[in-house]
């Protein structure tokens, strides 16, 4: 179940290192966990993202939770503390799967299936590993206000990723921003549309 193919991936993830060694669960959930530093963010690589400057699962994760971090205090009917949980934890199952696009029809179904196999792979020999499965689960299930914050900081760091390759030259960000504006209620919404501006 290791990622996709090589050419979506720096290196392979450093398991092997551990071989032979006696070292426990935290540390072998670590260097499966620390393989989201190695796999690029695929949707980039498809927009012709050149490898050197391609985003990874790892800097969209920091990306995320920097933005949770940011903006969760504008919520207070939410829990911050499950809100910075589940930004670190929602793409964990990456490092197994790698990061599924649009392009690789694959079903939500499938694709869920194969992350939640990967976080309980990573997770199930940690003592608290249950309750971060939980927290996935409930991201992926949309079931909570936290879950559906998340998933529009999500929306919303994808936008401003955009903003910056397109600053740099790199991609024309008219399709990411005509996407993922209608996702977004109006205040973060308000964040996109400070930095571009759509005919």
């Known amino acids: 179940m290791g990622p996709k ?3 979506t991936e720096k290196a392979p993830m450093p398991l092997p290192l551990l071989d032979g060694k006696d ?3 935290i540390v072998q ?3 499966e966990i620390v393989h989201l530093k190695q796999l690029y963010r695929k949707g980039w690589l498809d927009r012709g993202i050149d490898p050197t400057r391609c985003e990874t699962v790892a800097e969209h994760t920091f990306g995320n939770a920097m933005l949770c ?3 969760v ?3 207070p009917e939410l829990n911050a503390e499950k809100v910075l949980r589940m930004a670190l ?3 964990l199952g990456e490092a197994y799967v790698g990061d599924i696009t649009p392009s690789d029809n694959v079903t939500k179904s499938d694709k869920s299936e194969r992350e939640h196999a990967a976080l309980q792979r990573i997770l199930g020999k940690l ?3 249950q309750e971060m499965l939980d927290i996935w689960l409930e991201y992926e299930q949309q079931s909570s206000p936290e879950a559906t914050f998340v998933k529009r900081i999500d929306r919303l760091e994808l936008a401003l990723q955009a903003a910056v390759y397109e600053h740099q030259g790199l991609i024309e960000g008219r399709e990411f921003y005509q996407a993922v504006l209608p996702q977004l209620p109006p205040d973060l919404a308000a964040l996109v549309q400070e930095l571009v501006v759509l005919d």
């Open 73 to 75: 205090s504008k919520h």
């Open 29 to 31: 959930a670590w260097f």
């Open 89 to 91: 934890v929602h793409d």
């Open 5 to 7: 193919t090589v050419d």
């Open 127 to 129: 003592p608290n590993g």
């Open 23 to 25: 070292t426990g669960p």
């Open 69 to 71: 971090l940011l903006l």
